[in-house]
């Protein structure tokens, strides 16, 4: 079946403009989690869902960050007033439950100029 | 705060050798671990999860073992082949309210060649 699904692959953007990645998780998954990567490094958790709730929000790094799963499948992560550091790869996985093996997406690798 | 290593942090070896990656954790209420592999560009394959109540689990040419109090968990690969050329992480889930987020290691970048 198919696997998670991130848009877009790759953005580009100007400090200070908005922009939304999508993840569309695996069918049937309730939990949809997002990580960030930066070079180098391994993942680094920001949120996860369980349902349409957000279960963990605590890795987000400040207000500028906010995602949404409005009905409880594709979600959307959002970031106002871009920042260079804020250029890294957003990857989305999505699990059946939350105690169980996590599906990761091909991200979006995002550049802020 | 879960801290998470992975050593060797680049390992290159000819075709053919078998292979050990470490991982070790600093908090030994995990609930699961998840080995993963990521090709340059890519997103995260999923390898291994060994549950905390288990010690080890093979597919194939790989086999990860969990040792929950030293902290240490090893993944084995088997015949190395150029095809796993990639990037290992490792990536653990502590019980309690943060269960569904994953701590991950840095990784260990490997090499096979022909």
């Known amino acids: 079946g198919a696997g998670v699904s991130q848009t877009p692959s790759n953005k580009v953007t100007e400090k200070g403009k908005y922009v939304e990645l999508r993840c569309d998780p695996i069918?049937?998954?309730?939990?949809l989690y997002w990580y960030r990567q930066s070079l180098g490094q391994g993942p680094e958790f920001l949120i996860y869902?369980?349902?349409?709730?957000?279960?963990?929000d605590s890795g987000l790094p400040n207000d500028r960050f906010f995602a949404v799963r409005p009905e409880g499948s594709v979600s959307t992560l959002k970031i106002q007033r871009t920042e260079r550091g804020d250029s890294a790869v957003y990857l989305c996985?999505?699990?059946?439950?939350?105690?169980?093996?996590?599906?990761f997406g091909p991200g979006t690798r995002l550049t802020v100029l | 705060k879960q801290e998470v290593t992975q050593i060797p942090a680049a390992l290159s070896v000819p075709e053919g050798e078998n292979l050990v990656l470490n991982c070790s954790f600093t908090?030994?209420?995990?609930?699961?671990l998840q080995w993963f592999r990521q090709d340059p560009g890519k997103g995260l394959t999923s390898l291994l999860l060994?549950?905390?109540?288990?010690r080890e689990q093979t597919s194939g040419r790989l086999n990860a073992s969990l040792d929950k109090s030293s902290g240490r968990s090893t993944l084995y690969i088997a015949a190395s082949q150029p095809g796993d050329s990639a990037t290992y992480l490792c990536?653990?889930?502590?019980?309690?309210?943060?269960?569904?987020?994953?701590?991950f290691g840095r990784g260990t970048q490997l090499t096979v060649w022909p």
């Open positions: 996985a999505s699990s059946s439950r939350t105690d169980n093996e996590q599906f």
């Open positions: 069918s049937g998954h309730t939990a």
């Open positions: 869902f369980q349902g349409t709730g957000a279960a963990d």
């Open positions: 908090d030994s209420a995990i609930y699961n």
């Open positions: 060994i549950q905390s109540s288990q």
């Open positions: 990536a653990v889930s502590r019980r309690g309210s943060t269960l569904g987020r994953l701590y």
